[in-house]
């Protein structure tokens, strides 16, 4: 057990659908990362939070945004869903800008 | 452009040394080599980092050339649950900089 946990662990939703993955992480860190695992895209980096404020992004698609709660939690919003954004959406904290990262186990999104 | 560059698949026998590559010939001074492995679609999980010096934790040892342009992760006795993608990736340690997965190395312990 990483310590950080991510719901919900399953989802299917209909294509046009909005939906949003949430992130606790582990207590203490400050630093929230997302990634998407497609399986033809391999890891992908989404995007960065550190202690609410966005640090750095990746190849986050516009219909995606996320946000970093001063309880530290992070979600993940995901709108106007596309068959291709069906994936594993993987949520990670550390407790610094540091690169030893703590990942959860991930939520795995079915866009049908 | 991938800053890494490792073999897409590796074999190993239960109970033997397990020794992955990883070239990152353009690695910076102040970029770190970190590993991580995934079981598969589990979350990623570390496993070590190192800057110039060798390291060895409960999980594995990390052997960097001198000249910083290769490492070698080594796990010294493989258990069929090290089977796993494992990633090696460099980073700085600055407050902007991200961990980028590239394919890594599929390894397979075999009994």
């Known amino acids: 057990d990483s310590g950080v946990t991510q719901t919900p662990k399953h989802l299917i939703t209909a294509t046009g659908q909005r939906v949003t993955l949430r992130c606790s992480p582990r207590s203490g860190d400050l630093s929230v990362y997302w990634y998407q695992q497609s399986l033809d895209q391999g890891l992908q980096f989404l995007i960065h939070?550190?202690?609410?404020?966005?640090?750095a992004k990746g190849n986050i698609l516009e219909r995606f945004s996320a946000q970093q709660f001063p309880d530290l939690h992070s979600e993940l919003n995901l709108s106007s869903l596309e068959l291709g954004d069906s994936a594993l959406y993987f949520c990670a904290s550390s407790v610094e800008i540091l690169g030893r990262a703590f990942f959860g186990q991930g939520t795995r999104l079915t866009v049908v | 452009d991938a800053k890494t560059t490792q073999p897409p698949s590796m074999d190993c026998a239960e109970g033997r040394a397990a020794n992955l590559p990883c070239n990152h010939s353009t690695i910076s001074g102040n970029e770190y080599v970190y590993w991580y492995r995934q079981i598969h679609s589990q979350g990623p999980q570390y496993i070590i980092h190192g800057l110039k010096n060798n390291e060895t934790n409960e999980m594995a040892s990390l052997i960097i050339t001198e000249d910083r342009k290769s490492s070698t992760l080594i796990l010294p006795h493989a258990t069929l649950r090290d089977t796993a993608v494992y990633y090696c990736i460099v980073r700085d340690n600055s407050g902007y900089s991200t961990l980028t997965f590239g394919k890594g190395t599929m390894l397979l312990v075999s009994p």
């Open positions: 939070y550190y202690n609410g404020e966005e640090r």
